[in-house]
C-alpha cells in the first residue's frame, strides 16, 4: 500500500486489505505474515501464532501448515469457527477473520505441499516421534522421520478492519452482508 494515503471508500479499502494479504505469504517479512489464530475446545479459548502460508480466491481462502497431531487439530475438528487476528504496525491495520476452519491430512494435495516442504528446514517442524504439547526430558526433541503434516484451510467469512491513525481511528466490517463503517 501507498504509505500516506489514506483510502476513503469501503470498496477500495477491502480491495487493499485482499491484496495486502496476497503479498503477505509472498513476503517473509511482511507483518501479516505471521498471525494469531484463536479457537476453542469448546470449554476455554485458545490461541497461538500461525504462518500464513497461501491465500487464494482473492484472499476468501487461506491455508496454514501444522502437525496432525496438534491440540488445534483437535479442537477445529469438533469446533471448525475460528479467528485468525494479523496486525501490521507499518500498515495500522489490524484484521480480526471469522474463520469457518478445515484440516487435511491426505490427498493429493497434502502430499505435493509435503513433497515441497521435505526439502526445507521447515520440514523438521512435523517430524518429531512424539506430539506437540508432550512432556520431554529434554528441551532439544528428538527426531523421527515419519512426517505428520497437516494442512488448514480457512474459509474467510468475515473481516473486521481496525485502523489505528493520528487523525483518528477507523473501523469496517466486511462480510456476507456486505460492508459497512462501525465505531472503533
Ligand atoms: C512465529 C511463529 C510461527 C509459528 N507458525 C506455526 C505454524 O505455521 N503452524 C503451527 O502449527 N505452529 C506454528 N507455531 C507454533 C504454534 O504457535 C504453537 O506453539 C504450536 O503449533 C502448538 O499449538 P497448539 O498446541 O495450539 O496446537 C508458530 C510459532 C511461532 C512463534
Known sequence: MNA????????????AIRAELARAVQTPTHEWRVGVLATTDGRAGDARSVVLREVADDAATLTLFTDARSAKVAQVR????GTLV??????GWQLRLRVTLDVETEGLLVSSAWARL???PAAQDYLSPLPP????EHPAPERGSRGHFAVIHAQVSAIDWLELHADGHRRALFDAEG???IVP
Open 86 to 91: 494479523l496486525w501490521s504496525h507499518t500498515l
Open 133 to 136: 504439547g508432550s512432556p520431554v
Open 4 to 15: 500516506g494515503v489514506r483510502l476513503e471508500q469501503l470498496a477500495e479499502i477491502e480491495a
Open 78 to 81: 469438533a469446533h471448525p469457527e
Open 179 to 181: 460492508c459497512r463503517w
Open 118 to 120: 521435505m526439502m526445507t
